[in-house]
């Protein structure tokens, strides 16, 4: 990997260990499903490569949907002020629904998609979140599938960001406070 987007950042989990981490969790939702098909539904954007990755870790008749919600400051999101900006493109009514995390923090994002989601009348719906920072919950709300329990770090790679930057990091880093753009 190139010096560049690594310097100065600290490794907190390899690409080796979220893989085998996502494998487990693949093999779990298989079981879960007892044979039944799934939705994926993919939160954008920091959800993407656990999306792609999870998806082919799972051996279920599975389809794709995504949605995008308002992305506030962090601040401001404690508010409880959560819009969704993109909606499922396909109705869910009957299906068995997985959404899809990179991170659960707050929880005010995925309990306002839990509802909005269960409005449509699935026949389940589960959640599964790549990093998960307990000690943050302001909605009580838990994922019924966690790749890693997190104290609060700022981290990015794998998905989730830095002002828009450091997606596309193999490795999940963390970014210290001081860390020089
Ligand atoms: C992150 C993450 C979750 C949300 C979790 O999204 O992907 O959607 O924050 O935080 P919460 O539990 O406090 O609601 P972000 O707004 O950073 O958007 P992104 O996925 O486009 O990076």
Redesign the pocket.
Known sequence: MASMTYKDLQVLYTREQIAARVAEIGAEITRDLNGEKLVMVG?????APFLADLARAVQVDATFDFV??S?YG?GQ?SSGA?KVIKDLDESVEGKNVLIV??????????SYLRKIILQHRPRSLRIAALLDKPS?R?EKIEADYVGFSIPNLFVIGY???YAERY?NLPDICIMSPDHPE
């Open positions: 939160v954008l954007k920091g959800a995008a919600v992305s962090k999101r959560v995390e990179d991170i659960l923090d707050t929880g005010l994002t995925l943050r302001i998905g989730m960001d997606r």
